[in-house]
C-alpha cells in the first residue's frame, strides 16, 4: 500500500471507512476519510489494521471469496451493498452469510423461488438459503452420507427464520409424497415456538433452547420422517424475566386467545395477575397473542394431539402460573424460623392443588418444609426440617421449572411419534441454536451457551481450517500456516475432568451448604496464570471492573472476553428437586402430570447417577443432578452426530439492535462476522489462490498415480481421457481424433495444455496424490475465464462420452461375429505404437491375455476415478470457482463395455438419464 492508494481504516461505528493514506511511519498509517457522512478527517491505526481497498467498491459479488482483496474490510463492505439492494445473502465460499431484513422481501421465499433453486449448484443462482439446501440434498444423495446445517448467529440475527426455510424446502420438493408426515413436520415449528421461544430485549421471537431437526429419507431420496432433538431450554425464564422482556409465547396466548370456558376453568386472567408474567413487558406490539393461540392449537390438531391431550398441556401451562403465585412469610410460631404460605397466596394454592391433583396440605407441606432421613437404625430417621422464605420460594421455583421442563420433553417427544421413521437412508439436520451471546449481567445460561459456541467454533475450525491445511501439509505445497486461534484451551478449562469449571461447581453443589463464592474461589485458585481467565475488574465495562473477585470470573472466549456473575450458578446447575416434591408429584391424582415424572425415571436416574459423580442422590441432603454435566453429555453426542456428517454453514447476522430495516450498523455487523468466524477464513489460502475444499481431480486424470496408471493406454484413449477434462472446465467442446488412425497431434496438444500449467508453476501445485489449480489457471491455460461456466459433472459426462465413444467404434468394427478387435498390451510408454489385430475361433487364447489386460486396464482407471475421486468430484460439482454445472448432474464415471454395466455394480443415477444416453450415442455415431 502507498500514499494515495484507496484503503479500509477502522472505525468506531462504521466498522471500516475509505479513505486515503496520506503518511506512512514506522509503526501506524495516517488515513484521510473521503467526504460523506463522517465528514473528511484523519485516521491513525497499525498496520495490520488497515486494508486495500477493491478498484470498484461500489461492485458487490456473490460470493465474496471473487474480491481481488479479501479481508474484514472488503467482506464488510460487500456485505453492506448487499444489503442496501436487498440481497440479504451472501457466500464466503461454501458458507452462507444471511443479514436479517426485518422486513419482508418480495418473492425471495415464494413457490416459484424453491423451483428455481431445486437441482442448481451453489453458484449458478444468486447465494440464498435454498441453495444450501439443495447442496445438502444433493451431497447426501450422492455420497450416501448423511448432511447437517449447521444455523448460528446471535439472538434476533434469523436463525429461528432459515431453519423453517431449510425445513420448507427439503419438505416441498421431496415430501409430497410423505403424505401427512410433510405437513406435520412443518408444523412442529408453531408448536416449539410457543412453548420455547419468548421475547427478549434483542428479539421479538427468540429461540430459548437449541434444537436438532432431523429430515430422513428413504434410499429413493423422499421424506420418510424426522426426529428433533433439543438441548438447554432457559427455565430461569419461567420465574424470572427482565424488565423489556417476557415469558413464553403460550402463558400470554392462553391469556389472551383461550376460550371462554377454558379461562373459567382454569382460572385464567390477565398476564398481570400472574407473578411469573408481571415481572416483564405485558404485550408487544409485533405479537398477537390471540392469533397466536389459534396457531398453536391449529399446530397441535395437525400433528395429532387428541382433545384430551391439549387440555392436560393447557391444564399444567395454567397450574404452573397459579403455583408462581404461591407466597410466603415468616412462620412467628416456629422457633427454628420456618416459613408458612401466606392468606394472599393460600387461594392460589386451592387452585394449583385442583389442577395437579395433589392434597392441599401435601403441597403446602412440601413447599415450607424438606424430609431428610438420617443415618442410624434400619432405614434411618426421617426428620422434617422447615425452610426460611426464601428457600420456600426457590422450592417453589424449582417445582415450577421442573413441570415445565417435563411438559416441554413430552411435546417433543409426542412431535416424534407423529413424524415416525420408516425405513430411513440418511438424513439432513439443521441445527438452531443459541449464538454467542454476552449481556450486562451474564450468569449460568450464558455460560452453557457459550461453551457450546465454543465447541462449535471448534468444529468450524477443524472442517474449514484445520483439515484445510492438513491436506495441504500431506500434499507438501509448501503453503505458509494460517494463524487461527485454536480454543482448545478454553474448552479445557471449563470440561476438563475433575479441574474444569463444571466439574468443580458440582464439588461446591455437593457440600452440605454449598457457597457461590467458595466455588467461584476456587475456580481462581485453580488457575491463577490461566490465559482465558480472570477477575472481573479487568473487564472492559465499567459495571463489571466494580464486581469483587468472588463475585465472578472473567472468561476470554474466541468471540471476546466475557464477565460472568456466579450468584446464581450453584442453583441453577441444580435439575432435581426436594425429595418430598418428588415423591409428592410421583403420586399426583393427575395422571398426566404424574406420567411427566415417572416416565424414563429408570433412565434419568441412571444418567444422573453416572458419569463419576456428576449426579446422583445423596442422604441426608436434596437430590442433586448436574445441568452442566447433563448438557456437556448431550452436547458430546451432538458433536459425534456433527462429525459424522457432511456439514454446511448458514452464519446469521442482525444488522442493528433496534431491529429495523433498511438500516445497517457496521461495527456491531462486523463484530458478529468475526464472533462467527468469518473472518478467520483462510483469507490467506484465498490470496493464494486455492480455494478451500477444492481436491480437485484427485486421483484422476490430472494427478501424478492417474498418469502413471494411464501411461501404458493408446495415446489417442491417454488423450481423450485428459483433454476431455481440462476441455470440461474450460466447456469448450472437444472433438475426438479419427479412430482409424494414431494422431500424434494429439498427444503434443494434450501436452501442450499440461505444459502451459506446468510453466506456471504459481498456478498449481502439484501434491502427493492431487493437483490442486489456482482459480482462474484452468481458464488461462485453456480459453478465456468468460468461458469457464462448467463443473465437475459435466467432464464426468465428458469423460464417459469419449470413453464410451472408443470402445463403441472398437466393437463396430469387428469383423465378424466371431472375431473381434483388442488392444495389444505390448507397449511401454506413451509414445508406443499400437496396433489393432483380428482373433479368431483358431486363435482366441492366444489373444485372451490381451483383452483381459487391456479390460483391467481401461476399468482398472474408471475406478480409481470412481472410488477415490467421488467425494473430490462431489466437491467440485458444488463449490468450483471457474463455473458451475446448470444442470445438478452427478453421474458416476463408468465404461459400458461389451454389454456390462458399471465395475462396482451400481447403477447410474444422474437425472435427465436419457439426455446423457443420447449424448453418449451421439459420440460413438461420430
Known sequence: MDDGKKVWAPHP??????????????????????????????????????????DDDTKDVDDNCALMYLNEATLLNNVRLRYKRDQIYTYVANILIAVNPYREIKNIYCVDTIRHYKGKSIGVMPPHVFAIADKAYRDMRMLKESQSIIVSGEVGAGKTESTKYVLRYLTQNWGSHAGPIEERILQANPLLEAFGNAKTVRNNNSSRFGKFVEIHFSSQGVVDGGYISHYLLEKSRICVQNREERNYHVFYQMCAGAPAQMKQQLRLGSPDQFHYLRQGCLRDPVLD????????????????????????????????????NVSFEDDEHNSRGGSVVSNVGSNALSLTSAIFGLENDELRDALTARVMQSKGGVKGTVIKVPLKVYEAMNARDALAKAIYAKLFDSIVRKINDCIPLKSSANYIGVLDIAGFEYFPINSFEQFCINYCNE???????????????????????????????????????????????????????????????????????????????????????????????????????????????????????????????????????????????????????SSAGGGGGDGGVRKGKLTFISIGNKFRTQLGSLMEKLRSTGTSFIRCIKPNQNMVGHKFEGAQILSQLQCSGMASVPASWVREGYRPAHQLLRSTACTNQYLQEARHLHPRMFCKVVKALFKALSKKTFSPP??????????????????????????????????????????????????????????????????????????????????????????????????????????????????????????????????????AWATVKANIDDGHDARGDRPRIHVAHRGSGPPDGSTEVPTRAAEDRRGAGEAASN
Not at 477477575?535 to 468471540?559: I, N
Not at 450468584?567 to 402430570?593: G, P, R, V, Y
Not at 481458464?779 to 464417459?800: D, P
Open 289 to 324: 397473542d390471540a392469533a397466536d393461540f389459534g396457531v398453536t392449537e391449529d399446530a397441535m390438531r395437525q400433528l395429532g394431539f387428541r382433545d384430551d391431550e391439549r387440555r392436560n398441556i393447557y391444564a399444567i401451562v395454567a397450574g404452573v402460573l397459579h403455583l408462581g
Open 455 to 605: 465447541k462449535l467454533q471448534q468444529f468450524f475450525n477443524e472442517r474449514i481450517l484445520k483439515d484445510e491445511q492438513r491436506l495441504y501439509e500431506y500434499e507438501g505445497l509448501g503453503l505458509r500456516q494460517v494463524n487461527y486461534s485454536d480454543n482448545q484451551d478454553c474448552i479445557d478449562l471449563i470440561e476438563a475432568k475433575a479441574v474444569g469449571i463444571f466439574d468443580l461447581l458440582d464439588e461446591e453443589s455437593k457440600l452440605p451448604r454449598p457457597d457461590p463464592a467458595n466455588f467461584t474461589a476456587s475456580v481462581h485458585q485453580k488457575y491463577p496464570n490461566h490465559f482465558r481467565l480472570s477477575v472481573p475488574r479487568k473487564s472492559r465495562l465499567k459495571e463489571h471492573r466494580e464486581l469483587r473477585t468472588e463475585d465472578g470470573f472473567l472468561v476470554r472466549h474466541f468471540a471476546g472476553a466475557v464477565c460472568y456473575q456466579t450468584a446464581q450458578f450453584i442453583e441453577k446447575n441444580n435439575d432435581a428437586l426436594h425429595a418430598s416434591l418428588a415423591m409428592l408429584l410421583a403420586e399426583a391424582n393427575n395422571a398426566f402430570l404424574r406420567a411427566l415424572f415417572t416416565e424414563g425415571s429408570a433412565k434419568a436416574a
Open 738 to 871: 479419427k479412430r482409424r488412425r494414431t494422431s500424434d497431434s494429439d498427444s503434443r496438444r494434450c501436452s501442450s495444455d499440461l505444459e502451459s500449467l506446468r510453466n506456471r508453476p504459481g498456478d498449481r501445485s502439484i501434491g502427493a496424490p492431487a493437483v490442486l489449480v489456482k482459480r482462474g489457471a484452468l481458464a488461462r491455460a485453456l480459453g478465456s475465464c468468460e468461458e469457464s461456466c462448467s463443473t465437475g459433472a459435466w467432464a464426468v459426462l465428458q469423460l464417459q462420452k469419449h470413453v464410451k465413444s472408443y470402445l463403441a467404434h472398437a466393437k463396430k468394427h469387428q469383423p465378424s461375429c466371431k472375431q473381434r478387435y483388442v488392444f495389444s498390451s505390448r507397449h511401454d510408454s506413451i509414445g508406443s505404437k499400437h496396433r489393432y489385430r483380428a482373433a479368431g475361433d483358431t486363435n482366441m487364447q492366444r489373444q485372451q491375455h490381451d483383452t483381459c489386460s487391456c479390460d483391467h486396464e481401461i476399468r482398472g482407471i474408471m475406478k480409481v476415478a470412481n472410488d477415490q475421486g467421488a467425494a
Open 13 to 54: 461505528t462504521d466498522g471500516f471507512i475509505q479513505g486515503q493514506i496520506v503518511d506512512i511511519t514506522s509503526d501506524s498509517i495516517t488515513v484521510e476519510t473521503f467526504t460523506g457522512s463522517a465528514g473528511n478527517k484523519t485516521i491513525e491505526a497499525n498496520y495490520d489494521r488497515v486494508y486495500p481497498s477493491e
